[in-house]
């Protein structure tokens, strides 16, 4: 039994191919280019008129674990307001800014993403992040663990421990919680706030005795020789301060040239220069990351209106909480490990700040020459919801509707910002770059985000029409491991989707002193703490997919 | 047979440290160091050979009958509740998914209890810490309410008093001080390090309304006026400390005006924040409560109580509550679902019930349906959310026996309607 997809445009970048005509195959759940001899046609569609690409990936997605309950609580008017019926094979849910489960899984599908990823799991909260991903149903998922403020590696880090014991810490991390990468969110920032302290630069020594860049230079080498195909994913120090774009450009060399991700960066962008003394130093950044091979970015995009902030940054949630929109925040220290602070704001085109984050947000999209090493994000929630990833993508194809909406944003805004004078328009080819091919190559994800031979037949097929954001917004098919699921923007079938996991190789004689640390000072043993495949599939409900690490 | 590593999941603390001995017809918890404890390892002893079996209006009767019937009267209901809750994350997904299937109603049975936390959040936020963080980080802890002590009776061993800590010395003997009314009775301690405060005021809730007043006013207490000034020295003693912990349980306040006196515990903490670390520990989740809401909120996006009359879900408090829709004959059919203890039996009602229940439970003669199942964490494996809403412990499965799992129950139920 195959499937036929015929006379469509093929954009596969994994594959330099670019709006080529080309037929291609689904059999049993893959991408064939030439119909096997023992397989029949059962199903054909025509698509001609029609672009096709490979399922989109989010790599930066808050969509489960505790911060997100925590928002969800927070936002009863607008769960209220945007609510989802269900039909016979949909379940109904609520909410815009933060989604329930089944209905972020949904959407996601509607708009031809086929796996998505939560760059916040604490460990000791893997647990639930990982069960309100499996009731996130459609798209396949994975995690990033968070270290880098928790108290075993930062007292590894200060009494000077091995590189080799570090790493098999990290290692033996990402298989207690079954993430696919480790993220570090202000490196000793969270753990200083515990202090009281209240701000945390870069190579200031924190009340556990180390800097951040020591954190960078140790995790992110710790990654690199386990052969985790996801760099360390940095949340870097001093989100939304003014000036903040300096730590930006030193937590980049803390790497010390092995790769890294700077993740939603627009927040790290940031000059003091002017009236306001906040401006834009998306200049600064774009050129650190051109001349950075290195480095890699996603924006978080700010779009206006209601949305909520949901962050491990305990530190600078609270240093914002007076922006609060409504004005409600919560803190929350956690664990040991890190912390989370949640706080609703509302981005407004007629507040100077927020005017101008929206438009070094696109400044840093435009000036990023390598669409490889720049990803689309919009830090759901925190920049705004994921659903606004089609007027995204209209803004940076689209130069004559960028410079409209630009026109009517604060004008004091529009005087510190060259968006303007930015001729570059966005490709389809570049688009699919950075939502699929660049994302599964940076994740790891081999047989995902291409149409090549043997690839994983997730598809998605989108009808040629003017309106780019109605385009991505509602795709004429999306194929999920070639089950066709998504039928003109609306769900026709729904599909469970698996856990991205990497096990990296790592002496297991760690658990020894793991053990004495969890007995000494833990509340919960660490036989429990890890959650092995066989829970993820029987209680958890997700079934985990492991992905080869290659060791250096 | 011995297993280590146990999960208790009878108060919200979920200790984990239990060694369990399971033989043919008992469960004993070999290192418990409190009688309390105990109880519902006791109850989950019975003789394998010796399961209840179903029934449908007191008569046995075989699971399939038992399914069939309980799916007969939920179609044949026009607002059914769903309740009890007193189960595991699986059990409760599917008691969602229920709900939603049936248009019905769905809240915890201390649904009342739960709500002034979670309306504080709505409202205001919170400034919260874990078992973890407040067994390392705090040197000085406030307890509102010496009750607490024996409703979380491993709280000062699992996080007060820590053989060591990964802070100073000051976090392995924390300054410990009760802070209760006079008009509780007077409470022993085995721990002669708490300062234990029983103040010359009519209630705690009036205690917390004066300390809050010192926190956000400039109060000069009369002279005889001696709860001001013990309280004007908690706040210094907050001042003075590093990492100070406010613990309460809401249900032990009184819950007519609990959400007012948590919103002051609140505003007292994000007050005392811009000067020191001050953080809240809320205490409860003793029958699954902290279970269930998470589950509810992840699926629907909005916490319990939650109705589905309209085809999406809907918070609303007041409308659904469950305890009083039982009260005032607002629903037609009930659904209980309740799997840790013998003891949590539903509420008194003459409408239809369905009970999906502990195996040692003693139902009521009116009971129309009731489907003994397994009990997580003993028969059945499951999870469970912690107290402070960000652990969730693995229950393993630690017996064989036929007992059907109640998340198959709940879902052949759904299946067939």
Redesign the interface.
Known sequence: MAIKLTGGEIYDPAHQIDGKQQDIYIVDGKITHTLPDNQKVTETHDLSNCIVMAGAIDLHTHIGGGKVNIARTMMLDDQHQHPHPGNHICHSGNGHAVPSTFTAGYRYAEMGYTACFEPAVLPVNARQAHMEMADTPMVDKGGYVLLGNDDFSLSMIQSGASQSAINDYVAWILHASQCIGIKVVNAGGIHAFKFNKRRLDVDETSPAGVTPRDIIKKLSRAVHELGVPHPLHVHASNLGIPGNFKSTIETMAAAEGLPIHLTHIQFHSYGAEGDFNFSSAACEIAEAINSTPNVTADVGQIMFGQTITTSGDTMMQYFGYEHAHPKKWTVMDIECEAGCGVVPFKYRDKSFVNALQWAIGLEIFLQVNDPWRVFLTTDHPNGAPFTSYPHLIKLLMNRSFRNDAFSIIHAEAQKMSNLASMEREYSLYEIAIMTRAAPAKILGLSDHGHLGEGATANVTIYRKQDDIERMFAKPALVFKNGNLVVRDGEVIETVRGVTHVVKPEYDKSIEKSLTKYFDDYQTISLPNFKISNDEMAECIGSEVKIHPCTQS | MQF??V?CPHCGILC??LSVEVSESTVTPLNVLHSQCTKAFQQAGFDNANLPTPQIDGKESTLQMAIEKAVSILKNSSQPLISGLIAD??AC?EAV?LT?KVRGVIDHANGPASRPN?AV?????????????A???ADNIIIFGSEILDRFPRLMD??LE?????GSENTVNKKITIIESQAQPEKKFKQNNINYLRLDAPNLESIIQILELIVHTDITPDEDDNVTKKLLSIHQQILDS??SVLIWSTGLLNIASAEQTIQSISQIMKSL?KQ??C?GLPLGGSKGEITAN??V???????LPVG?MG?????DPLLYNGVDMLKNNEADALVWLSTYSSDDIPPNTDIAKIVIGHPGMKVSKNTSVFIPVGIPGIDT???A?RTD??????LQKIRNNDLPVASDVLNKMIEML
């Not at chain 2, 959040?121 to 963080?133: D, F, I, N, P, S």
């Not at chain 2, 909120?297 to 916490?303: C, E, S």
């Not at chain 2, 809403?389 to 693995?394: F, G, K, R, W, Y």
């Open positions: 280590e590593h999960t984990d440290d994350v699986q997904r998914a939603e979670i959040m709505q409202r205001h936020g919170k400034v919260k810490t874990t078992l973890a963080e067994r390392n980080r699992r996080v820590p053989n060591q800590s990964l590093q990492y924040m020191v670390r953080v998470q589950v909120t992840w699926q629907t996006g909005v916490p589905f085809g999406t879900p809907v918070h494996r499951g999870l959310c809403s960000v652990a969730t412990l693995p």
